[in-house]
């Protein structure tokens, strides 16, 4: 993944003032708050997560047993720093996955979600949990993982994703979200290597 | 004993062997992986990527060259200072020890031979997973050498993650018991190994591999004379590390290349 800063600006100004995606029920621009500063972007909406009527997951926690919420409801409780047990192994059991099985991801995520859209989608949002699992526990082994992730063409393809036709493409924001916290973290920590 | 070789050429496994011949054990054969074997290239470029080319370079093509501008030990010195001329494997079967060849150390024939041979200990020189079939045919087991201090680090690039993680006294090498589990299997000799302000991280494996040498050998020594003490691993006492990406490599170096201007 070769994104520059520019980019990462100009993309991220033109969701954060999209009602649409401010308003969306995936939670695009949650947990943010430092990345967007550091990139010089306006603060994400003020959203407050709420978790009392979520389901926790209670199948193992392994790619073959994602639902279409179980990222969603685990990023959730790492924003709302609640049941961080239960998101750091599902964080582990995906990021194990992803690694042990990187070359066939494709397939697998076709396989499993039936089209290459949703697929890409899919794992674009376990690239999203991963670096907020990393954000919360500080697993380098999560944002390594998630590295990785963006080397793949298929998630991650020379031209960027069409983001708003016709509606805002979540994918492209998952893309571009994925693209802000690596570069903030990375710099991070550099500067924490620095001393 | 027997020996588990990742390739003929392999100048770590010609050392270990040697070293323990001259210390009076008896090495009844060698298994050696074929290096020609699509197979084996397919499954090591998906686990090592385009590093797998630098690695065949390094192992193979420059394999007993000397480098005059390393102040370190390196296996090429060692070799060297200890007179280990033996070019290949080969050269061993010359010396009275059967050398074996497989594509996959599990396969069939390499069962069938160790229950002839029946090892009271194996050491492995190479990467790769041991299936229990293999396993449970080498009497007291099989001896690896992990470049990693367990059971904190385990798996793969862990000198790499150890030094990112800024656990610098977690750097060295392990002599364990291999398992069906990737590197949980007990330890017998613990050797941590002080990084020094010139060191550089592509060259870090190079002086690790005398000192893992020489643990190896001194750890099946200890085995045989059965003055080994054999520590068991909980699962729940380290984490497994996979190949550390490029961007997390260059931090590493940047991390060390700040230690030897000192800062």
């Known amino acids: 993944m070769h994104v520059s800063y520019r980019f990462i600006r100009?993309?991220?100004?033109?969701?954060?003032s999209d009602a649409r995606l401010r308003d969306h029920p995936a939670l695009p621009f949650v947990g943010l708050e430092v990345a967007l500063q550091f990139f010089d972007l306006p603060p994400g909406p003020a959203v407050s997560v709420d978790i009392s009527d979520i389901v926790l997951p209670t199948a193992s926690p392994a790619f073959k047993n994602l639902e279409a919420d179980t990222l969603l409801i685990l990023r959730k409780c790492l924003y709302a720093g609640k049941h961080l047990d239960l998101a750091a192994r599902w964080a582990e059991g995906l990021m194990r996955f992803c690694e042990v099985r990187l070359s066939s991801l494709e397939s697998r995520a076709r396989q499993k979600w039936?089209?290459?859209?949703?697929?890409?989608?899919?794992l674009l949002e376990v690239g999203v949990f991963l670096l907020d699992a990393y954000f919360v526990q500080r697993?380098?082994?999560?944002?390594?993982?998630?590295?990785?992730?963006?080397?793949?063409?298929?998630?991650f393809?020379?031209?960027?994703?069409?983001?708003?036709?016709?509606?805002?493409?979540?994918?492209?924001?998952?893309?571009?979200?994925?693209?802000?916290?690596?570069?903030?973290?990375?710099?991070?920590?550099?500067?924490?290597?620095?001393? | 004993m027997v020996v588990f070789s990742p390739s003929r050429y392999s100048l770590y496994t010609l050392c270990v062997v040697e070293l323990l011949r001259r210390k009076g054990v008896r090495v009844s054969g060698i298994f050696v992986r074929r290096l020609v074997n699509p197979g084996r290239f397919i499954q090591e470029f998906r686990r090592d990527g385009k590093r797998l080319l630098r690695k065949i370079w390094r192992k193979l093509i420059l394999r007993r060259q000397v480098d005059r501008?390393?102040?370190?030990?390196?296996?090429?010195?060692?070799?060297?200072?200890?007179?280990?001329?033996?070019?290949?494997?080969?050269?061993?079967?010359?010396?009275?020890?059967?050398?074996?060849?497989?594509?996959?150390?599990?396969?069939?024939s390499v069962l069938a031979k160790l229950d002839e041979l029946r090892p009271r200990l194996a050491v492995f020189t190479g990467g790769g997973l041991l299936r229990s079939?293999?396993?449970?045919?080498?009497?007291?087991?099989?001896?690896?050498?992990?470049?990693?201090?367990?059971?904190?680090?385990?798996?793969?690039?862990?000198?790499?993650w150890a030094i990112l993680e800024g656990n610098l006294d977690q750097v060295g090498c392990t002599v364990h018991f291999m398992d069906e589990g990737v590197d949980t299997g007990d330890i017998v000799r613990l050797c941590p190994i002080p990084l020094h302000p010139g060191d550089e991280l592509h060259r870090l494996r190079e002086r690790?591999?005398?000192?893992?040498?020489?643990?190896?050998?001194?750890?099946?020594?200890?085995?045989?004379?059965?003055?080994?003490?054999?520590?068991?691993?909980r699962a729940e006492e380290g984490r497994q590390y996979f190949i550390m990406h490029p961007a997390l490599i260059r931090l590493v170096e940047e991390a060390m290349s700040r230690r030897v201007m000192g800062e």
């Open chain 1, 139 to 155: 697993d380098l082994r999560f944002l390594n993982t998630a590295l990785k992730l963006t080397d793949q063409k298929w998630l």
């Open chain 2, 69 to 108: 501008s390393v102040k370190y030990e390196t296996l090429q010195t060692l070799a060297r200072r200890e007179s280990i001329v033996q070019r290949s494997v080969d050269d061993f079967a010359d010396m009275g020890i059967p050398v074996f060849y497989c594509d996959d150390l599990n396969e069939p």
């Open chain 1, 157 to 195: 393809p020379p031209q960027p994703l069409l983001a708003f036709w016709p509606q805002p493409r979540l994918a492209a924001v998952w893309q571009w979200r994925m693209s802000l916290m690596i570069t903030y973290l990375l710099a991070e920590i550099g500067a924490h290597h620095d001393g």
């Open chain 2, 133 to 160: 079939e293999l396993l449970k045919r080498c009497g007291e087991g099989v001896l690896n050498c992990h470049a990693g201090i367990l059971p904190r680090y385990r798996g793969m690039d862990v000198i790499e």
């Open chain 1, 10 to 16: 100009s993309e991220g100004l033109r969701f954060l």
């Open chain 2, 208 to 233: 690790f591999e005398p000192i893992m040498c020489r643990e190896m050998v001194s750890a099946c020594w200890d085995v045989l004379n059965g003055t080994a003490q054999r520590v068991p691993q």
């Open chain 1, 114 to 122: 039936g089209t290459i859209s949703a697929a890409r989608l899919q």
